[in-house]
């Protein structure tokens, strides 16, 4: 079965220093990959995403994710952390058993991000 | 502007009371979904719909309840069967078709509290 894992539930690093977040999936196929932001008592935002191609995705905010396919991982990174980036992070893998277009993500548990001063 | 219309963002239920949270979007996508969000857990799957009058159960479907009578919207009503209603919730839309990549996106959510 498909399966997104978020091995720490929080991350705390100071303004200014580079962050990660890790992400660990399962799937049978080939992976679509997706991180997701949440602000308190707010929707989900989207950040980026991995189909095909360069392992290396830039996306929203200065964030961007590596797809390592030999580890199965899919690690958001941002070169210098911000404040205003303390958030709750989602991964989320596409279940690839849905045939025709169905988009039924799989999320990981989350993890929080706190960005000191 | 186009985006997803949820409401209300805050509601109280007494035990026992169905509830329904609407869910309204104007970016014209043919899929909409449901998921639950708790503490530590991530988000579950409630419903998911494709087309109109159409859904299907998630992973957690029991206990509520949908309806997708126009493509616009698609409510969720929580029933009294749901033994642990105490949420928040969050509708979401995509695009459908050939080759689409799953980007989700997502309401403000609403958060039902049962008193």
């Known amino acids: 079965a498909q399966s997104v894992a978020q091995p720490e539930d929080q991350v705390n690093v100071a303004e200014g220093n580079p962050l990660t977040v890790k992400c660990t999936y399962s799937?049978?196929?080939?992976?679509?990959l997706f991180w997701y932001v949440q602000y308190p008592n707010r929707g989900l935002q989207f950040l980026l995403k991995y189909i095909t191609g360069d392992n290396l995705v830039k996306g929203s905010y200065g964030f961007e994710a590596e797809f390592n396919k030999s580890q199965t991982s899919f690690h958001l990174k941002k070169p210098s952390a911000l404040v205003s980036d303390s958030a709750l992070y989602f991964c989320a893998v596409r279940d690839i058993g849905q045939p025709g277009g169905y988009n039924k993500l799989i999320f990981g548990a989350g993890t929080r991000l706190a960005v000191h001063p | 502007d186009g985006g997803i219309t949820q409401s209300p963002k805050y509601l109280f239920r007494k035990e026992g009371q169905n509830v329904t949270l609407s869910c309204e979007q104007n970016l014209n996508h043919d899929a909409m979904y449901w998921y639950r969000q708790d503490p530590g857990q991530g988000l579950r799957l409630i419903y998911y719909s494709q087309i109109v009058n159409d859904f299907q159960k998630g992973d957690i479907a029991e206990g509520y309840s949908v309806s997708r009578e126009k493509k616009e919207s698609f409510p969720l009503t929580v029933t009294s069967a749901q033994k642990n209603p105490t949420a928040f919730y969050l509708c979401?839309?995509?695009?459908?078709?050939?080759?689409?990549?799953?980007?989700?996106?997502f309401g403000e959510g609403s958060r039902l509290t049962v008193l």
């Open positions: 799937v049978s196929g080939n992976p679509y």
């Open positions: 979401a839309s995509s695009k459908v078709e050939s080759g689409n990549t799953g980007e989700l996106f």
